[in-house]
Nanobody, 119 residues
Framework: QVQLVESGGGLVQAGGSLRLSCVAS????????IGWFRQAPGKEREFVAR????????YYTDSVKERFTISRDNAKNTVYLQMNSLKPEDTAVYYC????????????WGQGTQVTVSS
């Protein structure tokens, strides 16, 4: 089992940057693909980005490509989401989640961190 804790959210003006961190407990963190998701008020949760266990593969939703970068440091049990050129439409609660190969789902979630981008 993996426990995840996000941090780094906050209030930023449009065009600004934030770096989110997702710290995991558990010695098997390096085995997991980690995803970032977000949920804006009144909207469904949506996929943002994911990174494979060895960082060899990274995927982004189209709306954040060229602006967001996902990375990880397995020695620190941490995944990062660097967010640049932020837009008001990026405002949401951001969650990280660990992917289980056994169930092909994301069964482990953090509590989320709020990102607010003002225009």
């Amino acid at each position: 089992q993996v426990q995840l804790v996000e941090s780094g959210g906050g209030l930023v003006q449009a065009g600004g940057s934030l770096r989110l961190s997702c710290v995991a407990s558990g010695r098997t963190f390096s085995y997991y693909t980690i995803g970032w998701f977000r949920q804006a008020p009144g909207k469904e949760r949506e996929f943002v980005a994911r990174i494979s266990s060895n960082a060899g593969s990274r995927y982004y939703t189209d709306s954040v490509k060229e602006r967001f970068t996902i990375s990880r440091d397995n020695a620190k049990n941490t995944v990062y989401l660097q967010m640049n050129s932020l837009k008001p439409e990026d405002t949401a609660v951001y969650y990280c989640a660990a992917y289980s190969l056994n169930s092909s789902t994301y069964p482990y979630w953090g509590q989320g961190t709020q990102v607010t981008v003002s225009s």
